[in-house]
C-alpha cells in the first residue's frame, strides 16, 4: 500500500521550489503526493487530507508567517475527523533566532514535527517514515543484518 501524503504552502507564501523539491524525493521514496502548491489555504489541506484519505500533511512556509497562517489548523483538523500526522518546514518566524524555541512552539500548536529551512528533503522522509511505521519491505531487509 502506498501512503498518501499532502503537501503545500500555506498562506500567502509563493516560494515554491521548497515544495517541488520536497515532491520528486517523497515521490522517489516511494510515497503517493497531492501537491496543493503555493498560497494554500488551511481548508484546502484538510479537503486534499479528507479526499485522499492521507496519512501526512506537509506544510511549508518560508515568508516568515507561519504562526499566524497556522493558527487553528490543528482544530480544523481535529473538527474533520481526520488523522493524519502533521509536519511543518521552512523559515517560520520572522527574526527566528532560536529555532528550538520555535520548534517548541509549533509543537505547541500540534505539529508532529518542524523543521528548518536547512533541513535535508532525506531527513524528513525518515522520519516520516518512522511516524507511520513504515518498513522496507522483506526482499529489500534480507541483506540486511540485525545487531544485538
Do not use: W
Request: net charge negative; with cysteine; proline share 2%.
Amino acid at each position: 500500500m502506498t501512503e498518501t501524503v499532502i503537501l503545500g504552502v500555506i498562506g500567502s507564501d509563493a516560494h515554491v521550489v521548497g515544495i517541488t523539491i520536497l515532491e520528486q524525493a517523497l515521490e522517489a521514496a516511494g510515497f503517493d503526493v497531492v501537491n496543493l502548491g503555493v498560497q494554500s489555504s488551511q481548508e484546502e489541506f484538510v479537503e486534499a487530507a479528507s479526499a485522499n484519505d492521507a496519512e501526512a500533511v506537509l506544510v511549508s512556509s518560508l515568508y516568515g508567517h507561519a504562526k499566524q497562517d497556522c493558527e487553528g489548523f490543528h482544530q480544523r483538523i481535529a473538527d474533520s475527523d481526520l488523522e493524519v500526522t502533521t509536519y511543518i518546514g521552512g523559515n517560520l518566524a520572522v527574526g527566528q533566532d532560536d529555532f528550538d524555541e520555535t520548534r517548541a512552539y509549533f509543537r505547541e500548536m500540534g505539529f508532529d514535527r518542524v523543521f528548518d529551512s536547512e533541513t535535508d528533503p532525506e531527513e524528513a522522509i525518515e522520519a516520516l517514515k518512522a511516524d507511520l511505521d513504515i518498513r522496507p519491505p522483506e526482499s529489500e531487509r534480507e541483506g540486511q543484518t540485525v545487531s544485538v
